[in-house]
């Protein structure tokens, strides 16, 4: 079946790192990814997509790249900031999927610290 | 532009006390409406969702029920909370045709 894996959390990290999330995904067909974002005790809400092999979502400085030759999403910021400590999801989309949506990673906790 | 309300937004209950959480959309007609609980530490779990107007699929045998007896409306209820119902249960919609999933902003249920 479909599914999604996403790096244990949590990540903590001093302003202006560098941010990598891993992503990897299992799905039959050719699947839209996403990420979602989840600031603290707030929804989560669509941080960026993409729809097709090679395709670079981006969005508030984060980016993440559709590889379909390995299976990966890997979400990636050059220099995060305190306001980015949230929980980020790593989510699929695959055709036929009906009425289910997506398919949810469990989630990555990142504390930025100053 | 679309929006969705959920409430209440945080909620204490004592175990096996009934619950009603409410979620509604504004500015679109005939969404698809989904349920999810997020317990804490844990990711995302579908508990409901509904394609129409008394059109409910389960996805999770549960304590919990959901029903839409309006277009733009999707409640979650219980008769009895048990202790594990405690959680974040967040709503989410998504129109016909995208697959982009739209959410609320949630309601924190305790459950003591």
């Known amino acids: 079946g479909n599914s999604v894996t996403q790096m244990e959390g949590p990540v903590t990290l001093s302003e202006e790192a560098f941010l990598t999330i891993n992503c990897t995904y299992t799905?039959?067909?050719?699947?839209?990814l996403f990420w979602y974002v989840q600031y603290p005790g707030e929804g989560l809400q669509l941080l960026l997509k993409?729809?097709?092999?090679?395709d670079k979502g981006s969005n508030k400085g984060f980016e993440a790249t559709y590889r379909k030759e390995t299976t990966s999403f890997h979400l990636e910021k050059g220099s995060v900031q305190v306001s980015d400590s949230a929980v980020y999801f790593c989510a699929l989309s695959a055709p036929n999927s009906g009425n289910t949506p997506l398919v949810f990673g469990k989630g990555t906790r990142l504390s930025v610290i100053a | 532009s679309q929006t969705i309300h959920q409430w209440p937004a945080t909620l204490v209950q004592p175990v096996g006390s009934p619950l009603s959480l409410e979620c509604t959309v504004e500015?679109?007609?005939?969404?698809?409406l989904y349920w999810y609980r997020q317990a804490a530490g844990r990711g995302l779990q579908l508990l409901f969702y509904s394609v129409g107007i008394g059109q409910i699929s389960s996805e999770v045998p549960q304590n919990l029920s959901a029903s839409r007896p309006q277009d733009r409306q999707f409640i979650l209820s219980s008769k009895k909370l048990l202790l594990s119902d405690s959680g974040f249960y967040l709503c989410?919609?998504?129109?016909?045709?995208?697959?982009?999933?739209?959410f609320g902003a949630g309601s924190r249920l305790t459950v003591l």
């Open positions: 500015g679109t007609s005939n969404p698809n």
């Open positions: 989410a919609w998504i129109l016909r045709g995208s697959n982009v999933l739209t």
């Open positions: 993409a729809t097709k092999a090679d």
């Open positions: 799905a039959t067909g050719y699947p839209s």
